[in-house]
């Protein structure tokens, strides 16, 4: 009891006092701000990419392109392989009809709104089997395309990151013109980087013949991928990968991981050149105390009280340091969006998330720099012999 | 002599605050080394571009191809010196993720366009003869241990090839390399002729075209008489100087390396004042002995030179270490990262730069305390005791 009454003591003492060394305090604040800060920044971004690349893919729908391909762009299927393909074994037919998707997938220009320079998007050709295969479909503004015409919808992502994509507006790519009818959203996913018109309308005016690039069906719950391959394998007219469509886009978001990990070794460094500049505040401001704990010690006060204040003085500032940093990571980043060149070639729009669990890695990675900064001084002040530190004057 | 002694005796009088202080800034210095050759390397393509080079694309966008029939038609407009074309092959070496950059490139005048690529004449030569044969770039020749007379496969993920499968047998007959240290010699080139007869996905269409102007002053004159001569027709284009092409390029990667590196510059300065606050109250805590040294009959002037030598010791230790790791880092990574970002290197004006701050962190941190002591009071600093 009186060890805890001591501390207490100790506790409010050193509390109470941390105004008088404000430089020392607001350094210790500003640090742990700045490590908590960083860490937010990059947790952020990578909770974006994940929700923009993991969310896009269903686990039973299954995507074919060819061979080595890799990515839509290289890959491409005739209209003979798409009859064959439609026909395999464990794709789920509807009135006789498989739900397949065929679709083209041609890169254009856009201008960013954010450097006003051309960026790439992808503009998908796809029929309304492919539109109920993206799962969070939604048109959020005007209507779908209609078949045959030159209309097109509009992603979110690239209506907010791209100039003259408003609805009604009239956008050329080279010789063609389309006229934007509809805005959709799929739940803050990669589909909504892409611009979406007919299939047949895109083979025509690319001069794609009847040649696609890939290909989406919707697998029966029973269906096993395994099989698809078998009959892709025994039939030579076919030179098909097949994968499910949540492991294609789980293999897309590896480029965009790397930035992540990225950012995750430099916030890491950065919080230990931070955490020394802590740790290097906090022994300074205990060793110019050190007559005042040793004296503190003298009259009888413990060395737990002598410990324990020490360290709840640092493990509050440095708890206000990461509620400082994690406002300033919300102001300044949640929400925030941008694009960057994905690995299919063309832009992908992802937001910054600061997620509520987010905030708590935030609050913890604050009090381990609290931790550790006023561990060791702490422990130096509970130790140091009473008579060394008057001795030594500071 | 003894002056700096002295110096060394108060640096090294904690030894865990001089290591930690020390420590901080090797970190600063490091993060600031790594993430300047970073944004340096995704820079270097537009500083390294010709002047008088443009690019000619189909305005629908890159990956668009372009008529065959442009070349010749593109080397009629006036203005125009050289002019030659390349096509993306989508390369790679025995499995797709170890990609090779291959263009299928006219041979005649590539390496007339691209003359900053050195390349002996007697290979260029046999080159241009053997239909099959390929000129490979030094570094790539490096990354993969290729010689002169190798016979490689590059594999396509984009086309088939003519005989079945998607795998074209090359021979090597030249390494070219760059006439600049920056100059990028990452790739490999083989004919266009050959390609256009062997893959049969389309045919008789370039990539891009890529040409030189006679005067840079003409580079605007000639880029819009292109653009007309193609209005309007099935493929138009979009003609650039290859310094602009690259820069909207690295905009493509976008604001994300902005965020990136504005937020790690932060902490960097971050960092420092952390650190030189610090650094003024550690030589504060010393009011006392430097009131001795004044009664001692040190002049003012010496005690001033002392504090500020002090505290750029302090700063140039751990700033140069730092600075040193970050140049070992850089290293490593442009190793592993040679196909990415050839041109990651941490050169001469980072180096100044990081000097830079090394000298403004030292003189700020220490001319708060110099001044302070060389006006102390004899008197006043005993009575703060």
Known sequence: MRVLSQSLAVIVMNVRSLPSRLWMSLAMVIASAVVVAILLAFLAMAKGFEATLEGAGSEDVAFFLRAGSGAELNSNLSQEQVNILANAPGIVAEQGKPIVSAELYVIVDGVKKSSQTEANIPLRGLNANGIALRKGFELVDGRMFRPGTDELIVGQGVLNEFDGFELGQTVRFGQNAWKVVGVFSTGGNVFESELWADIKVLQSLYNRGSTYQSLRAKLAPDASLETIETFIANDPRLNQDVQTESSYFAEQGKNLQYMAIFGRVISAVMALGALAGALNTMYTSVAERAREIATLRAIGFSHVSAFVGTLVEALVLSTIGGILGCVAAFVLFDGLNVSTLGSSFTQVVFRFQLTPDLFLQGVIMALIIGFISGFFPAWRAARVPVVTAFQSGR | ?385
Do not use: C
């Not at chain 2, 001089?18 to 490091?30: E, G, K």
């Not at chain 2, 443009?54 to 593109?74: D, E, G, H, R, S």
């Not at chain 2, 090839?161 to 090359?170: I, K, Y």
């Open chain 2, 1 to 385: 002599m003894k002056d700096l002694y002295l110096v060394y005796k108060n640096l090294t009088r904690k030894k865990l605050r001089l290591f930690l202080t020390s420590f901080a800034i090797f970190i600063a210095f490091l993060i600031f080394g790594a993430v300047t050759a970073l944004q340096g390397a995704l820079n270097a393509g537009v500083e390294m571009s010709a002047d008088n080079r443009l690019v000619v694309m189909n305005k629908i966008n890159f990956t668009q191809p372009l008529p065959y029939a442009y070349v010749n038609k593109v080397g009629n407009v006036d203005g125009v010196d050289k002019v030659t074309h390349a096509n993306w092959f989508g390369g790679y070496y025995q499995e797709p993720a170890q990609q090779v950059i291959t263009l299928a490139v006219d041979s005649a005048h590539y390496f007339d366009v691209y003359s900053e690529l050195a390349v002996d004449p007697a290979a260029l030569a046999q080159w241009q003869a053997n239909q099959s044969g390929a000129l490979i770039g030094e570094r790539l020749a490096n990354l993969y241990g290729w010689k002169v007379g190798d016979r490689i496969p590059i594999a396509s993920n984009i086309f088939s090839h003519g005989d079945g499968g998607h795998t074209w047998n090359l021979t090597i007959d030249g390494i070219f390399s760059g006439r600049e240290s920056q100059t990028d010699t990452g790739y490999l080139v083989f004919h266009y002729q050959y390609f256009n007869e062997t893959h049969t996905y389309g045919g008789d269409s370039v990539g891009w075209l890529i040409l030189t102007t006679e005067d840079p002053s003409l580079n605007d004159a000639v880029a819009k008489a292109i653009d007309a001569n193609f209005a309007n027709s099935a493929a138009e284009t979009e003609t650039s100087t290859e310094k602009a092409f690259n820069k909207a390029f690295i905009e493509q990667i976008g604001n994300i390396g902005l965020i990136i590196s504005s937020v790690v510059f932060t902490a960097f300065f971050i960092i420092l004042v952390v650190v030189g606050n610090t650094m003024v109250l550690a030589i504060r805590e010393r009011t006392g002995e430097i009131a001795v040294l004044k009664t001692l009959g040190f002049s003012s002037l010496r005690i001033f030179t002392m504090v500020l030598v002090e505290s750029f010791l302090l700063a140039f230790v751990g700033g140069l270490l730092g600075l040193t790791a970050a140049y070992i880092t850089v290293e490593v990574l442009s190793g592993v990262f040679a196909n990415f970002l050839p041109n990651l290197v941490l050169d001469q004006d980072i180096v100044i730069q990081a000097l830079g701050y090394m000298l403004l962190l030292g003189l700020v941190t220490g001319m708060i305390p110099a001044v302070r002591a060389l006006r102390l009071n004899i008197v006043s600093g005993f009575s703060r005791d």
